[in-house]
Every structure is written in structure tokens, then in C-alpha cells.
């Protein structure tokens, strides 16, 4: 075998990069898995799709060179005005326009004042525009382009307004702002207002009858709205009067009927009564507490200690007396020694000692006493107080919920006399500023005659469209190939999939698809041979013990060619492994038959169902191609599937395989249906076809992961119908030309 190898790219043939097993494919997976995409990935997509590139292109600058030719010229005109935030002014006051100017909103109120309907319909009337020829006639589309976007595209340009019944221009207002472009000038207090006409001398005095109407509007409106604001004042201040009238009234009547009397404090702070009371009465009552609190104590502390209380050890009067009745008691005892207790002078002692123990338990009695009566006075005065004081806080909290009231008609009372004093203030300033007129706008610079125009700009125009093109062309590739989801990009495959290459089909031309199915045999020398001789290189390489016996070809759906690849295959294979056998399995759709020239009134569907038996002729078919056999897939039977799963093909495939060097099966494709899933544990290995451009990525995810579930060995894939370009291994470049 080793003899025959060595011409077919096994030992120095070129074969190209594509010559790796399958365990070095995965490896080279496992290496790409986390590089990011490269620019030729891009540029991939855009050569591949670059018809639509081209076309879009195209398109768009036809349309920019044909328009630029189409739009009638237009001229610009320019008058810079300066807009104060205030008029000049030689009263310390404001006037009534002046009012509220500082705000934000100021220049742009102006500017849209500039492009308002009372401005045109001024310009329009002095200039009678109503008559002019730029303005066409009702129902007809405006003949003005502005802007270079117009100017690429006119079709985009809006109808113009139907005229109304004035013929002065009322029907024209629209258009006219259409002209009127109003650009601030930033970080100042200019804006450049420019008006746009073929006629250059309309475009001049357009704008500058613009700027003359503005500053009319705006004496007018000073005028007027001081004139307003008069008469609106009179009539406030009026209202306004009886209003502080009114409210003044109220309040005296509400504080005179509730009794709200005021006092003031030394440090002359205003505050009322009754608040004035809760705070004396909360002092007293805080005074009161501490004393009881100091007076409950000493009470407890002689109920608790008794006699050796400190009040009673401290008192003189009590010292003295013990002492005494100790002296007393110590002379009794001595005396005991002597006489006896019925002795005159003991009976005596006796009857002393007994009358200074009275003594001195009265005085501690009479202490005891006059702590607790102490005691009770604080406890009594701290309850009165504290009866007193809540009294006086129901008072207070009567008294704030008056004051609520009070306080109420009191705010309106200052709010009307602030807002009657505004008002009347108001008035003599107005008054005395209605008879100024004064303007804050200016005219900086006149518009001018324009020379040149303004558009079309056909360099820049042309420019834009290049750029559009260019950058929606290639939006449009990007969207396409986004929208696309069939396999192409091997690369792509192998990362997200793992599925490992076991080769690319170049794609031919129409004419020589019929020719396409035994390829490897008619043109042994050609760049598809060649393609099928790597697959079958692949196939001997995919195992380190021994290339796979039993392989099944097949794929997801139809029409991708897994006849074509098993039948090129096959033949690749008979000059590694020598004598071979094909075998077809699709018994719904059979295509062995035809594209060997046999017949197909008996097959493998004859042998599966009991009616012919392996020995028979018939069964195993010689082929034009030395050392290839075929078994034809016979008659349609009603149950492909269970005759494709039944011991008697597993017996057939061991018989076949005592003969043969190899077997391949063209088997039907996976999905919607379960026959090839019948034979995947019954061979070797399983190769899958999938054609470029017409498998979808979804059908081959699904095909793997049916393959998977079934425990199924998968050796490989190969796509068929690359494109030249597309192919990521280039050796084919040298014979091969994409002429589809």
C-alpha cells in the first residue's frame, strides 16, 4: 500500500496544506477559538459581494452628476443683524418690552421671529413677491433646490403651498421661509440672516427687507405693548386697591373678635399674651419640680436610714442629747456596781435615762415631720402649678389655631400692599418710558449683491455622493452577508461548530456539473481530483490504528452533492486502499444507478427485504472505474428506514467488508428523516456534506448535533461549490478559475 500512496501526495506529491488529519484540524480549532476577526475577513465579505457595492455606487453618483446638471443655480444674500438683550436705555427703570428679557429663551424667541409668517408677509408686501416668476403656481412642484442633499437627490424636494385667494402673496409665505435661513454667530450677539433666490438682486433685497421688517416689528411692539400695558395696569391698580382695602378689614375684625393682644419683651421682641404666660408658667413649673424633686429625696432618704439618716446625725440639738444619755446610762451602770437598782438614786438615774430617750425620739420625730410636710407643701405647689400650666397650653394651642387664621388674612394683607405699591410704581414708569422709541437690533452689514452662487456646490455635491455610495455600498454587502445564513467561511465552521475539514470542492461551471459526479476518473489530473484525492487523504489519515472501513457519506438536505462526493471519493480511494464497493443507501431518491449507467431493477432494497440473496447476480455491480464495485439502491420500499436498521444490513456490511478494502455509503440526508441515522452505528465513520451557499448554518448544527445524539463518529465535513475566493486554502488557485 505504501508503493501505491506515494504518487497521491502522501510522500512528496503536492497536495497542499489541506493534506492534515483531522485531529490536527481540531487542534487548529482549539488555537482559533479566541483570535478576533481579521480585516481580510472583511475584505472577504465586500470582494464577494461586490456587485452590490458597484451598483449602489453607481447609482448614487449617476444621480449627483444628473442633478447637478438639472437644479437651476441659486444665490445667497447676507445681512448681519445685532440683537441687544436690552434697549438703550437712559431711565434707571425698564420699559414694558423690556420685561423679562434676561431669559435664556430671549434669542431664540428672536430668531424665530425672524422666520415668523408677520415677517415674511411684511417682505412679501413691500417687495410684491406675489407677482414674481420664482414663485410658481399653484399645484406645480417648486422650481428652488436648496442644499446639497436637494441638489444630489430633487426628487426629495416637497410640493410647493396651493396659493391661496390673496394674490399678494398669501399663498407664498411658506415657500419664501423655505429661502430664509437665520445662523446665530456663536459666543456673540450677531446672527447672519441670508435669503436664497436664482434672481441674485431678489436674494439681496429680500434680506435686507427682512432686517427692516424686524426692526419695525420690534419698535411696534415696544410701542404697543406699552400702550397694553397701561391700560392693564389702570385697571390692576384698581382691582388691587379694594382688594388691600378688603383684606385689611378682615384681619383688624378677626384680631379685635378673638381678643389677640401683643406685648413686647425688654429686648423688644413683639409677642402675644398669651404665649408670653405659657412661658412664665413653664418656668415656675420647672422651678417647682426641682424643689420637689430635692425635697422628695431628703423625705426618702429619712424614711429609708431612720435615725442614722444624715438629717438626724447632722442635727446639734439630737447630738447633745445622746450625748447626755450615753453619760447618763454609763453612771447608772456604774453605779449598779454599788447599789441596787431599788436604790433611790438608781430609780432616779432610771427614771433621767428614760426621759432623754423620750426626748430625743420626739426631736426625731418632730425631723421626720418637718421633711415629709416640706415634702408635701413642694408636691402640692408642683400639682397646682402643673394644673395651671395646662390650662394655660390649652389656651396656647387655642390661640395657635388663630393664629393660623390670622396669620392667613395677615399675608394676603402684605401681599396686597406690596403688589398695590409694584403696580402703582409700574405705572409712572411706563408712563414715562411709552413716550421713548428706542430699538436694541441694529443693522451691522447690509446684504450685498451676490456674485457667485451658492449651489449646486458640484465639487462637494459630488463628493458627498461618493461618500454616501461608498458607505451605504458597503452597509448594503455587510446587511446582505448579515442577512445570509448558509455555510461559506471554513474558518467559521471549525471555530463555532468544531467540526473538522476534511476538504473544499471547487465550484465548476454549469455546463460540467453532469460531468462533475465521476470526475476523479475522467480528469485524474485536474484541480477537483485533486480536491477529492485530499478528502480521501483525510480519510486515511483520520485514525492513528487504521483508516476507517465503513464510512457514510451524507448530508443535510438535498441537492448538495454527497453523491457527487461519495462517488469521487470512492474513486480516490481505490488508489490508497485498492478494491472498494459503493454502496447506495438512499432508497427514496436513488442516483448511483444513473450515474454509473447500471440498472436499478434490483438492489439493496431487493437484498434488505428478504428477495435475493448475496450471492446472487445483480446485487454487487462492476463499474467503468477499475477496483470500484456498486450495489444499486434498488426498487422505492415502503420502509427504507427499518430495512436500513435491520440485522441484515449489518450482515451485509460484514460480508461486504470480508471483501472489500473499503465501503462507502451514500446514505439520504439527515434531516426529516431517519435513515441515515439507521447506519451511523453500524460504520466506521461518518463524513457530512454541505454545499456553499445553499446549506444553512441552522441545518448543520442540527445535522451535528443529530450525529452527537446518536453516538455517532463524524470524521469530518466537506463543503462542496466553494467559490475561488472563498477557499481558504489557496493551493487550488493555480488551476483553478471561479467561472460560475
Not at 401681599?415 to 443693522?443: C, P, W
Request: hydrophobic residues 40%.
Amino acid at each position: 500500500m505504501d508503493k501505491e500512496l506515494q504518487p497521491y501526495g502522501l510522500s512528496g506529491h503536492p497536495a497542499g496544506p489541506q493534506q492534515l488529519s483531522p485531529a490536527a484540524a481540531l487542534a487548529g480549532i482549539q488555537m482559533e477559538e479566541n483570535e478576533n476577526i481579521h480585516l481580510r475577513d472583511y475584505l472577504r465579505v465586500l470582494s464577494g459581494r461586490r456587485w452590490i457595492l458597484a451598483a449602489f455606487l453607481t447609482f448614487v453618483m449617476v444621480a449627483a452628476v444628473v442633478s447637478n446638471f438639472m437644479v437651476k443655480p441659486v444665490y445667497t444674500a447676507t445681512v448681519t443683524i445685532k440683537i441687544d438683550k436690552e434697549t438703550p436705555n437712559i431711565l434707571a427703570f425698564k420699559g414694558a418690552y423690556e420685561a423679562g428679557q434676561n431669559d435664556d429663551g430671549y434669542y431664540q424667541t428672536q430668531y424665530r421671529i425672524l422666520k415668523s409668517r408677520n415677517i415674511a408677509d411684511r417682505v412679501i408686501r413691500k417687495l410684491n413677491l406675489g407677482g414674481n416668476k420664482e414663485f410658481v403656481p399653484a399645484g406645480s412642484r417648486q422650481a428652488f433646490k436648496e442644499g446639497a442633499v436637494f441638489s444630489i437627490f430633487p426628487f426629495l424636494q416637497e410640493e410647493g403651498d396651493e396659493r391661496g385667494p390673496d394674490a399678494a402673496g398669501e399663498g407664498i409665505v411658506k415657500p419664501f421661509l423655505k429661502r430664509v435661513k437665520v445662523d446665530p454667530v456663536p459666543n456673540s450677539q450677531l446672527v447672519n440672516v441670508s435669503f436664497a433666490a436664482h434672481d441674485p438682486a431678489l436674494a439681496r433685497d429680500a434680506a435686507n427687507a427682512i432686517a427692516t421688517a424686524y426692526i419695525d416689528y420690534n419698535v411696534e411692539s415696544q410701542y404697543d405693548a406699552g400702550r397694553q400695558a397701561r391700560g392693564w395696569l389702570e385697571q390692576q391698580i384698581k382691582i388691587m386697591k379694594a382688594r388691600l382695602e378688603d383684606s385689611e378689614g378682615k384681619l383688624n375684625q378677626y384680631a379685635a373678635g378673638n381678643q389677640m393682644l401683643y406685648i413686647e419683651d425688654k429686648d423688644r421682641v413683639k409677642q402675644s399674651l398669651v404665649d408670653y404666660t405659657l412661658g412664665y408658667m413653664a418656668e415656675s413649673l420647672d422651678q417647682a419640680v426641682a424643689e420637689r424633686i430635692g425635697k422628695e429625696s431628703r423625705y426618702a432618704e429619712l424614711k429609708e436610714a431612720g435615725e442614722n439618716s444624715r438629717e438626724v446625725i447632722d442635727n446639734l440639738l439630737i447630738q447633745q442629747m445622746k450625748s447626755q444619755y450615753a453619760t447618763l446610762v454609763a453612771q447608772y451602770n456604774n453605779q449598779l456596781k454599788t447599789f441596787k437598782p431599788s436604790y433611790p438614786q438608781m430609780k432616779n438615774l432610771q427614771s433621767q435615762i428614760i426621759s432623754m430617750a423620750a426626748s430625743i425620739r420626739k426631736d426625731e420625730l418632730g425631723i421626720f415631720k418637718s421633711i415629709k410636710g416640706e415634702y408635701m407643701a413642694a408636691l402640692n405647689k408642683e400639682n397646682k402649678l402643673k394644673r395651671v400650666f395646662d390650662s394655660q397650653k390649652k389656651a396656647a394651642i387655642d390661640f395657635q389655631r388663630k393664629m393660623v387664621e390670622y396669620q392667613i388674612l395677615k399675608r394676603e394683607v402684605d401681599t396686597n400692599q406690596v403688589l398695590y405699591l409694584s403696580l402703582l410704581q409700574r405705572l409712572k414708569e411706563i408712563t414715562v418710558s411709552a413716550t421713548m422709541t428706542s430699538t436694541n437690533i441694529q443693522v451691522l452689514d447690509w446684504a450685498r449683491l451676490p456674485k457667485k452662487p451658492s449651489s449646486p456646490q458640484k465639487a462637494r455635491n459630488l463628493m458627498v455622493a461618493l461618500f454616501l455610495g461608498f458607505t451605504g455600498g458597503i452597509g448594503a454587502v455587510f446587511f446582505a452577508e448579515y442577512l445570509d445564513n448558509t455555510v461559506k467561511d471554513i474558518s467559521e465552521i471549525e471555530r463555532k461548530m468544531k467540526l473538522a475539514p476534511l476538504g473544499v470542492i471547487p465550484r465548476r461551471k454549469r455546463a460540467e456539473l453532469e460531468e462533475l459526479s465521476l470526475v476523479s476518473h475522467a480528469d485524474n489530473k485536474g484541480p477537483l481530483a485533486e480536491a477529492f484525492r485530499s478528502v480521501g487523504t483525510f480519510i486515511l489519515f483520520s485514525s492513528a490504528v487504521r483508516p476507517p472501513k465503513t464510512i457514510l457519506i451524507t448530508s443535510p438536505g438535498e441537492g448538495e452533492g454527497k453523491t457527487t462526493v461519495a462517488c469521487n471519493t470512492s474513486i480516490a480511494l481505490t488508489k490508497y486502499l485498492g478494491k472498494g464497493v459503493i454502496v447506495d443507501a438512499d432508497l427514496r431518491k436513488s442516483n448511483l444507478h444513473k450515474i454509473f449507467g447500471i440498472e436499478n431493477g434490483r438492489g439493496l432494497s431487493t437484498y434488505l427485504s428478504g428477495n435475493m440473496e448475496f450471492s446472487e447476480d445483480g446485487l454487487i455491480r462492476s463499474t467503468s472505474v477499475p477496483a470500484l464495485d456498486v450495489i444499486p439502491a434498488g426498487p422505492v420500499p415502503p420502509n427504507p428506514s427499518e430495512l436500513l436498521g435491520s440485522a441484515k444490513m449489518k450482515e451485509l456490511l460484514e460480508r461486504l467488508g470480508s471483501t472489500y478494502n473499503f465501503i462507502i455509503i451514500d446514505s439520504a440526508p439527515v434531516l426529516g428523516m431517519a435513515d441515515s441515522v439507521c447506519l451511523c452505528n453500524l460504520v466506521d465513520g461518518v463524513i457530512t456534506v454541505a454545499k456553499s451557499g445553499q446549506t444553512t448554518k441552522d441545518a448543520l448544527k442540527e445535522t451535528k448535533k443529530v450525529l452527537e445524539y446518536v453516538n455517532s463518529k463524524v470524521l469530518g465535513l466537506v463543503i462542496n461549490g466553494v467559490k475561488g475566493n472563498d477557499m481558504r486554502y489557496r493551493y487550488y488557485s493555480a488551476y483553478y478559475r471561479d467561472d460560475v
